[in-house]
């Protein structure tokens, strides 16, 4: 996804670290929001397409604080699901691509709403929920044989799960289509707001899934091993900032910075000791330094 690239390259040092936690700290914030005050968030911080358009600009960001659930066990139980599969899609994929992809996820939802009400009238009221199954999707896609334990004790491969909540994503996205229960349009609205937000979730997996599906899962200790990597990545970056002209990277091989060609692409060798960079021509073929 040589696009993606060149974005990390330009913009990564934006990405935020550890996003997950500080969504996580939105849902407890907004938990306790709707208990203290259940119509605050409906009046002010949703994402009401109308309200928008009429300046409310920060709605488009507000809304992800609406927790997954009112209850209070199943808010505990969700919330460290999303912190476990948060954590280790960021350590997979690096900060900055789980950066973009949940906030493309929010921006795919915001974009929705709006042709929708532009289109339509309708005012969809979306949350994040089905943005977060999709995040369980992309985890399963890259651990399938990752066990959890159901109830603390049946062990269940994620890749079965998996399809339980593909099965649950069609169904949504089907149920708008279906007859509208009781004849309540309140439901109609309801359903049309899940299957939509559904929709662009799942998209948005669709998407990632397909540009990442060469990005290989790591165990827990390899995990370890990144993270270390990637610290003495940044000092090395940092130290790079002496090199003649400017230059951030330089081939170990070749000598050649990005100076030399912007279309190089440079990556540092876990195999190597020491901090070695390389360019893509000498990554896979230089000699490893022991």
């Not at 935020?16 to 709707?34: K, R």
């Not at 998209?203 to 995990?223: A, C, D, E, G, H």
């Not at 940092?238 to 003649?244: I, K, L």
Request: charged share 15%.
């Amino acid at each position: 996804m040589n696009w993606l690239n060149k974005m990390e390259r330009k913009f990564g040092r934006y990405a935020i670290p550890n996003l997950m936690n500080y969504i996580i700290a939105l849902y407890v914030t907004g938990f306790v929001l709707n208990m203290s005050n259940p119509d605050f968030y409906d009046r002010f911080l949703s994402l009401d397409a109308s309200a928008v358009l009429r300046g409310q600009i920060w709605r488009v960001l507000t809304f992800i604080i609406q927790p997954p659930s009112n209850s209070i066990i199943w808010v505990f139980f969700a919330l460290m699901l999303y912190h476990f599969i948060g954590n280790q899609l960021e350590m997979t994929w690096g900060t900055f691509r789980f950066n973009v992809y949940f906030f493309s996820g929010v921006i795919f939802h915001v974009i929705a709403a709006i042709i929708t009400y532009v289109l339509t009238g309708i005012v969809l009221p979306m949350g994040t929920g089905y943005l977060n199954l999709s995040l369980f999707l992309v985890f399963a896609a890259l651990y399938p044989d990752k066990q959890f334990y159901i109830y603390f004790i049946l062990p269940v491969k994620v890749k079965w799960l998996a399809w339980l909540d593909g099965i649950l994503f069609m169904y949504t996205i089907l149920q708008a289509f279906l007859p509208i229960y009781g004849g309540n349009p309140y439901y109609g609205i309801y359903y049309k707001a899940n299957a939509l937000a559904a929709f662009v979730s799942l998209l948005n997996f669709l998407i990632f899934f397909l540009s990442s599906r060469n990005v290989k899962p790591y165990t827990p200790k390899q995990m370890k091993r990144r993270m270390d990597y990637q610290k003495n990545v940044r000092q090395a970056q940092r130290q790079a900032q002496t090199y003649a002209g400017g230059a951030k990277h330089r081939c170990a091989v070749c000598g050649r910075t990005e100076l030399d060609d912007p279309n190089l692409e440079f990556r540092y060798c876990s195999k190597c000791r020491g901090n070695y960079e390389y360019c893509q021509e000498h990554l896979f073929t230089h000699i490893h330094v022991e």
